[in-house]
Structure formats: C-alpha cells, structure tokens
C-alpha cells in the first residue's frame, strides 16, 4: 500500500533553516508528481511547493517563493523540503502528499 513518511521537523529560531524528507513506498515514485502541503489548527491546509516526477519543474506557493526549495531523489523515493530564512508565520505540520495519500505529517516550530 502507499506510504508517505515524512521526518526532519523541529524547533528552530526564526532565521534559521531546516530540511524536510519525505520517504515514498507502494507506488512507482518516479512517476508522480508530488506535493508539499502545511496546516495550522484551524486554518485550511495550504500547498507550499510541489514537484514533477522528474524534478524539472517546481512550483511555490507567494509566502515561500525564494526561502523553500522542493527537490527530489528518484533513486531513495524520496522528496524534500529545504527550507531557509524560516518565520515565525511557517510553524505548521507539514504533510507530503502523493493525491490522494497523505503522510502523517511532521511538525515545523519557528520561535526564539
């Protein structure tokens, strides 16, 4: 079955950088596309970057343009979130999703 799990979240200080994973199983990786989403409790989860199969196109959401980098390795089924200049305002649970799978998500905390 699909698997989406995804590590890498934490406590960081606004200014700071961290990097997501997310490791894919039960699917042929390399060709879907795939997504990174984030959620604050009580809002609606919102798409932050997303990458074609083969990685030559990627796609941001305004809020991340320029700080976060999507990028993956088909070769460890495996996508990735860098994220840098980090804000208060990115605290969230990240999720990767392979539609219609959904990981469990990993939790992003940006406070000094």
């Known amino acids: 079955q699909v698997q989406l799990v995804e590590s890498g979240g934490g406590l960081v200080q606004p200014g700071g950088s961290l990097r997501l994973s997310c490791a894919a199983s039960?699917?042929?990786?390399?060709?879907?596309?795939m997504y990174w989403y984030r959620q604050v409790p009580g809002n609606k989860r919102e798409r932050v970057a997303s990458?074609?199969?083969?990685?030559?196109?990627?796609n941001y959401a305004d809020s991340v343009k320029g700080r976060f980098r999507i990028s993956r390795d088909n070769a460890k089924n495996t996508v990735y979130l860098e994220m840098n200049s980090l804000k208060p305002e990115d605290t969230a649970v990240y999720y990767c999703?392979?539609?219609?799978?959904w990981g469990q998500g990993t939790q992003v905390t940006v406070a000094s």
């Open positions: 990458i074609t199969n083969g990685g030559g196109s990627t």
């Open positions: 039960g699917f042929t990786f390399s060709t879907y596309a």
């Open positions: 999703n392979r539609p219609p799978y």
